[in-house]
């Protein structure tokens, strides 16, 4: 085939059909033509086509760069560098993708609309989540789990708590997320509890007064004296976070939105179980539980406890030349057994 000549004129009007403006900074529309080891070819209807390199193809990591720019498909660009001594612009489609992204994250938290992302990795104060291509931070505080149990590449139910998209800033929370789905709960398990129900929850937290008792999305206080008949020095004695125990409730504050549990209501009293069991004048052997000022308490029946006035306790000790601790053994005498005002008086002296 002979080489086409062209006139000037002829020449001169070729080069009009690609007549541009485009500078950095512009958005261009552009069709992928191919693709090769380094990027993307795409022509934006310039003199000589515009290359996109893959850092700023590629928006999802997990989706190859062929199934994010597709071959003969039309996209928008942002031209990142003007032409070369090659006449080819530079492109980025990963940051109109990101800016896109934005705007919808800012209608997404106006709405406080749920999102999902998917954790990237765990760092000092919370882990770090990819959503919608944007990079965010959830705290600690926000998460329902600790970061240590939050694996990269799971997903997390989330909602934005704060987003600047100048500082590149995107705090979420998982737990917000948890709180907004139990409200309703909330709302309708105040409605149906009554006291003297008894329900299953599991424990969440504990702390030196309770522990605290999710029972359906509302953590209700078990108080450390409900806890047992017996005495307890420590919650954690008894309770480890995760258990799941049966409890009664025995308070709703529907005002303060507070519950509170008993866990020993479902035990036998052993008040009452002591009855025809102690005697006034029996010679008994117990366990002392506690030491104050005014005298020691002692176990003489499991779960009753009586005191034994700091006087006799001294002149116990000086008569045996020892020095009672808590755990020890110590015969005593039955002076006055009280059920109904649960009391006991002891003494050493009818031993």
Not at 202 to 213: L, M, W
Not at 230 to 241: A, G, Q, T, Y
Request: glycine share 8%; with cysteine.
């Amino acid at each position: 085939m002979a080489e086409q000549k062209y006139t000037d004129a002829e020449f001169e009007a070729l080069l009009n059909k690609y007549d541009y403006s485009f500078q950095k900074g512009d958005l261009v529309k552009g069709i992928v033509c191919s693709y090769d080891s380094t990027g993307v070819i795409v022509d934006i209807g310039a003199k000589t086509t515009a290359y996109v390199p893959e850092k700023e193809a590629i928006v999802d990591k997990t989706i190859p760069l062929e199934e994010t720019l597709k071959k003969n498909q039309e996209y928008e660009f942002l031209i990142i560098r003007e032409e070369d001594e090659d006449g080819r612009f530079m492109l980025s489609y990963k940051k109109v993708a990101m800016a896109y992204s934005w705007r919808e994250l800012e209608q997404l938290k106006a709405e406080d609309a749920t999102v999902e992302g998917v954790i990237v990795s765990s760092v000092k104060g919370g882990v770090l989540v990819e959503v919608k291509g944007v990079r965010g931070f959830v705290p600690s505080s926000h998460l329902k789990l600790k970061p240590s149990d939050n694996i990269p590449g799971e997903k997390l139910e989330l909602k934005i708590l704060t987003m600047d998209i100048q500082q590149g800033n995107f705090i979420l929370s998982n737990r917000k997320v948890y709180s907004d789905e139990q409200e309703e709960g909330r709302k309708d398990l105040f409605e149906t509890l009554e006291v003297g129900q008894t329900i299953q929850g599991e424990v969440v937290r504990i702390t030196d007064f309770g522990a605290f008792v999710d029972i359906g999305g509302i953590d209700a206080l078990l108080p450390l004296s409900q806890i047992s008949w017996r005495w307890v020095d420590h919650p954690s004695d008894i309770l480890k976070v995760g258990d799941t125990i049966t409890v009664e409730v025995i308070v709703i504050d529907k005002d303060k939105q507070r519950i509170s549990l008993s866990l020993k209501n479902l035990e036998k009293d052993p008040w009452v179980e002591a009855k025809g069991k102690i005697s006034d004048g029996q010679k008994i052997e117990g366990i002392i539980t506690r030491i104050k000022h005014f005298g020691a308490f002692v176990e003489v029946f499991p779960g009753v406890e009586a005191l034994l006035p700091n006087n006799e306790l001294i002149e116990y000790q000086n008569q045996n030349n020892t020095i009672l601790k808590v755990g020890d053994k110590i015969k005593t005498t039955i002076i006055k057994f009280n059920p109904d005002d649960r009391r006991i008086s002891l003494s050493i002296k009818n031993d």
